[in-house]
């Protein structure tokens, strides 16, 4: 399991080298088997280390939970609903721009639109680490790699952490080029 701590502090490194997340911003998961992998709350993505990854229950809640991401329930939520084991949570600028212009983030560029097609964006009452969310984005993320929470942010789930990490770099870059293009 150690690659595990390995794979998040790595994509917790490239999630803040291409500014997708500020010093203590986003959250990171990994599953494996009954185990949950999660960053601790007020983690700084770019340095994280292994005391920044919290071990819990995959299934069932801890008094160590508290000191978990706020957005665990989410996590949680999402891995189980989806099946797929690997959750990663940013807050991409250009995304987070077009959310609140946008219900439906359609990519422009070639890459974008293969990758990832059209992106809905959720408005939600509680956008942040709520039971809302958690239902919402896992229903949307059962079919689709990346979802846009207004104002809030982006989850991606994949089978591997690289993988959900690499779903939000192209978002970003795609809303990049539809900002700048004035869409």
Do not use: W
């Not at 803040?16 to 992998?37: P, T, Y």
Request: aromatic share 6%; proline share 4%.
């Amino acid at each position: 399991m150690e690659y595990i701590y390995s794979e998040i502090i790595e994509v917790g490194r490239l999630l803040f080298k291409e500014g997708l997340v500020s010093a203590r911003s986003g959250n990171i998961s990994r599953a494996f088997e009954d185990k949950l992998f999660i960053t601790r709350t007020g983690s700084n993505m770019g340095y994280l280390s292994r005391e920044d990854i919290i071990c819990l229950s995959l299934k069932k809640e801890h008094i160590l939970d508290r000191r978990a991401s706020v957005e665990l329930p989410v996590h949680r939520r999402i891995i189980l609903e989806t099946n797929k084991p690997a959750v990663v949570h940013a807050h991409p600028t250009y995304t987070l721009l077009l959310s609140y212009e946008k219900e439906l983030i359609q990519p422009v560029d070639s890459e974008g639109r293969e990758i990832l097609g059209e992106v809905p964006v959720l408005e939600l009452r509680r956008p942040s680490a709520s039971e809302e969310l958690a239902r919402e984005a896992s229903k949307v993320l059962r079919d689709l790699p990346v979802v846009v929470v207004r104002g809030h942010g982006v989850f991606s789930s994949a089978d591997e952490l690289h993988r959900a990490y690499s779903f939000i770099s192209t978002l970003e870059h795609s809303c990049k080029i539809l900002f700048l293009r004035g869409s």
